[in-house]
């Protein structure tokens, strides 16, 4: 089992609605959560930490969900420019590895006119 | 303050070639942990610098390696090198905030062995 997994996709979005996507995580240690916005080529971008408490931050609203190991990002009123892939990202400390973030495999958002 | 930068941005290489790679963290920031990103996957864990120590390394074969020095700049090194090696490549700075505020990623060096 992947330590952080998410459905690829793509997800097809018509500009304007509100989308939303998934990502779990196998390790309950984990400490910190992030969601990381990654274009065609380029490196991947901090969108948002996740804090226990759900946070937003403008169309963006994030929520951890520590007791079923799960992490969303909701996307409301979705514009063109939100096409991207966007990476689930758990940071743990492992034994072997130490302190390290882990990817998810990322989810591929379309928005179509 | 400047970010991470990374180089070069592309490389071809030879199967059996050497490889170093160099990534310059961001002002203030005193880890680096590398990262390879295959096409259509998310960036796999390789290994994390600090205090010019190995501090935690994926499952990569010994043949990937790497140095950081004083200046907390970073260099990845990969021996006899594979097809599958193939990759973006990519340098992730991070300072006493890694857990609020996540990693700052470099552009990546994107390798192509033929």
């Known amino acids: 089992r992947k330590e952080v997994e998410q459905d690829p996709g793509p997800f097809n979005v018509p500009e304007g609605a509100t989308v939303a996507f998934n990502c779990t995580y196998s390790n309950s240690a984990s400490q910190s959560f992030f969601w990381y916005r990654q274009d065609c080529r380029k490196e991947p971008k901090l969108l948002m930490s996740?804090?226990?408490s759900g946070n937003e931050d403008g169309r963006f609203t994030a929520q951890l969900n520590r007791a079923s190991q799960y992490i969303s990002l909701l996307i409301r009123d979705s514009k063109l420019s939100d096409s991207a892939t966007y990476l689930c990202?758990?940071?743990?400390?492992?034994?072997?590895?130490?302190?390290?973030?882990?990817f998810g495999g990322g989810t591929r958002v379309l928005v179509k006119p | 303050e400047t970010g991470v930068t990374q180089s070069p941005t592309h490389l071809i290489k030879t199967r059996g070639q050497q490889v170093t790679l160099r990534c310059s963290s961001q002002s203030g920031h005193n880890t680096v942990s590398w990262y390879q990103q295959a096409l259509g996957q998310g960036p796999q864990f390789i290994f994390q610098?600090?205090?010019?120590?190995?501090?935690g390394r994926g499952n990569f074969p010994p043949r990937f390696s790497g140095l950081q020095f004083p200046n907390y700049s970073s260099e990845l090194n990969v021996n006899a090198l594979e097809l599958d090696d193939s990759a973006l490549y990519l340098c992730?700075?991070?300072?006493?905030?890694?857990?609020?505020?996540?990693?700052?990623f470099g552009s990546g060096t994107r390798l192509t062995v033929v």
């Open positions: 996740v804090y226990s």
């Open positions: 992730a700075s991070s300072g006493y905030s890694a857990q609020d505020y996540g990693y700052t």
């Open positions: 610098y600090y205090r010019e120590e190995e501090n």
């Open positions: 990202v758990v940071n743990m400390i492992d034994k072997a590895a130490g302190n390290k973030l882990t």
